[in-house]
């Protein structure tokens, strides 16, 4: 994963909650000081699960997701990387598939709209 996700995620919450100002997001999230965002920003640290999980919950994000996306950030084998990388896409297949099929389910069929009419 090339992006920063940490980074990335902070400044989803500050967006969120209309941060402008990193002593802001230092003073909300636990665990977090200015020497560790900034190391943050530069992809030297990266959030920890339970800051990953507060800001999950604070910007309505996908807890399981972000967890997921921070391991495969803070990993430094591309084996493990590529793994969880490959499980968050069937994943998210699956709820896809899952999704198109409820939907299918609650759409009318052709002799159930003629017979209502």
Known sequence: MA????????ETFKAKKGI????????LIEG???GNLSNIKSGNRHL???QGLFIA???????GEVL???DIERSKN???QEALTNFLKRIATAVAVVSLTLGLMGTPQN???????
């Open 3 to 10: 992006e920063n996700y940490s980074y990335s995620l902070i």
């Open 20 to 27: 402008t100002k990193n002593r802001d997001v230092v003073d």
């Open 32 to 34: 977090m000081n200015e």
């Open 48 to 50: 920890t699960p339970e």
């Open 57 to 63: 919950e604070q910007c309505g994000l996908d807890i």
């Open 68 to 70: 997921v996306k921070l």
């Open 78 to 80: 591309p084996v493990i």
């Open 111 to 117: 002799s159930d709209a003629a017979a209502s009419v």
